[in-house]
């Protein structure tokens, strides 16, 4: 039964609003066809004592040769009337009629209070009366008595409703019940909507921790969800800051005991330690310089747009061939469109194509797009990484040689910034080493919220 149950909320409510208003139209309709019926009944019994009342009058007026003629031509349909000087109705058909004959025949003589007959008796039978040209068939059997002693007896034959009625009355009910159910539909779905527009924002603010706050309009709920999720949202911003800015200081400030020692080392009399010092201290002013770019660079808000990631790595490698570099992109797919920040990913896409140059000799970009994600292997035909260090290798400072000479590579910060720059538009990187040889980086970047040719647009959290 789980599984029958729309994965939605959306949808269960639909759901239980469908079923609830498919029982109560059921039951509606069941009353009101029991109420119709009756008022029905009540009406036909009313109009068959008029007629009664009518066709004795009209009898009782005629001679007595002319009276049976006369009650055959005022015979209709559902009404055959005869007038005889016995009655078909018998005592002891009356003595065993069941009690619903007996109390129309006693509602009957109520509802025509000048009804001048002696006498009524109604019986069921499901034969009529005996006539050649009317067959047999269920009636209710009714005589009367006149003040001479003559009878006029009628045989009422049930006559079915008009099925045009009921169709009527079907279609109605069903067009009433259709525009209730589209009505909660979309009733539903526009009181779910705020649900949607907050996941989108949620997946937003992976992509984009300055991006701007929800509007806060609509119904309290949706007032206080937005407000919400836009302190959240400034919370986390603040907490980027500080940390971006508390480290930037450190790096700042480390920068003041490193002069001091490069002072200091100028009077330590070996040379050789005295260069080794000076080695030192180059390589720590160079970290520490590449700290202050990192953060300075994590610490500047970028405006995020639509921007085709196809091109954007075209770009990367023709550059980098320009430069004399074996770079290539293998790609054949059309435009890519992915709303990002451009500078943030076109420096991690570029210091993953650089690093594959530096330790494979040459590298191939290819680029896969999928209406989700968007997919970028980067290969080279280097010695690869072992799986132990692939996770290490993301540390900031953490460089596989041992030497940690600057000839061999940088400060050790490439892929910390590509993976970060990467995270935040909420992707991620995977490392592998190729069976026939070599090593590939695989990106992947969901394309969330993300339109072709479109202008960044806070979404609005308010349904009405």
């Known amino acids: ?37 009756r008022e029905l009944g009540v009406s036909d019994e009313r109009k ?69 007959a002696e006498e ?61 159910c589209a009505l909660s539909i979309l009733s539903v779905r526009s009181l779910t ?37 836009n302190g959240m949202q400034e919370r986390i911003r603040k907490l980027v800051a500080g940390r971006t800015e508390m480290l930037a200081a450190v790096s700042h400030d480390l920068r003041t005991p490193i002069t001091r020692l490069r002072l200091r080392a100028d009077f330590v009399e070996d040379k050789e330690q005295r260069e080794k010092m000076f080695r030192d201290l180059d390589e720590m002013e160079a970290m520490i310089s590449s700290t202050l770019a990192f953060l300075g660079e994590e610490a500047r808000t970028e405006e995020t747009r639509v921007v085709d990631v196809a091109a954007m790595l075209d770009t990367i490698c023709d550059e980098m061939a320009d430069s004399g570099l074996d770079v290539r992109s293998a790609s054949e797919v059309g435009p890519a469109p992915l709303r990002c920040r451009p500078l943030a990913l076109k420096r991690a896409f570029t210091n993953l194509i650089d690093n594959a140059v530096k330790y494979g000799g040459k590298a191939r970009v290819l680029l896969n797009a999928a209406p989700a994600e968007l997919a970028i292997d980067i290969e080279d035909p280097g010695p690869g990484i072992p799986e132990r260090e692939q996770e290490r290798v993301f540390s900031p400072f953490y460089r596989i040689e041992s030497s940690r000479s600057r000839g061999t590579g940088g400060a050790g910060l490439g892929l910390t910034v590509a993976r970060a720059a990467i995270r935040s538009h909420g992707g991620e990187i995977e490392l592998a080493n190729l069976p026939e040889g070599g090593f590939r980086v695989s990106v992947k970047l969901p394309r969330l919220a993300v339109h072709e040719n479109s202008e960044y647009q806070a979404p609005v959290l308010d349904p009405y």
Do not use: C
């Not at 599984?3 to 469908?18: E, K, Y």
């Not at 040209?133 to 009714?142: F, K, N, S, W």
């Not at 049930?158 to 009625?165: I, Y």
């Open 1 to 37: 039964m789980r599984r029958l149950l729309p994965d939605s909320l959306a949808g269960r409510i639909t759901l239980v609003l469908v079923l609830g208003l498919t029982v109560s139209h059921l039951a509606s309709l069941a009353v009101y066809q029991a109420d119709l019926l």
């Open 48 to 116: 068959l004592a008029d007629r009664l009342a009518t066709t004795e009058r009209a009898i009782a007026g005629s001679a007595i040769p002319d009276r049976d003629r006369t009650a055959h031509a005022i015979s209709g349909r559902g009404l055959e009337m005869h007038w005889s000087t016995v009655p078909s109705v018998d005592e002891a058909a009356v003595r065993g009629a069941d009690h619903d004959a007996a109390e129309l025949a006693s509602r009957l003589r109520r509802w025509i209070p000048d009804f001048a």
């Open 120 to 180: 009524l008796r109604a019986t069921y039978s499901d034969r009529g009366l005996a006539a050649p040209d009317h067959p047999p068939e269920h009636a209710l059997l009714i005589s009367t008595k006149l003040p001479d002693g003559s009878w006029i007896n009628y045989a009422v034959t049930r006559v079915e409703p008009s099925r045009d009625r009921s169709i009527h009355l079907l279609l109605s009910a069903t067009l009433m019940a259709a525009a209730i």
């Open 193 to 229: 909507a705020p649900f949607r527009v907050l996941a989108r924002a949620a997946e937003r603010l992976g992509v984009d921790v300055y991006a701007p706050p929800l509007p806060e309009k609509g119904p309290r709920e949706v007032r206080n969800a937005a407000h919400a999720f």
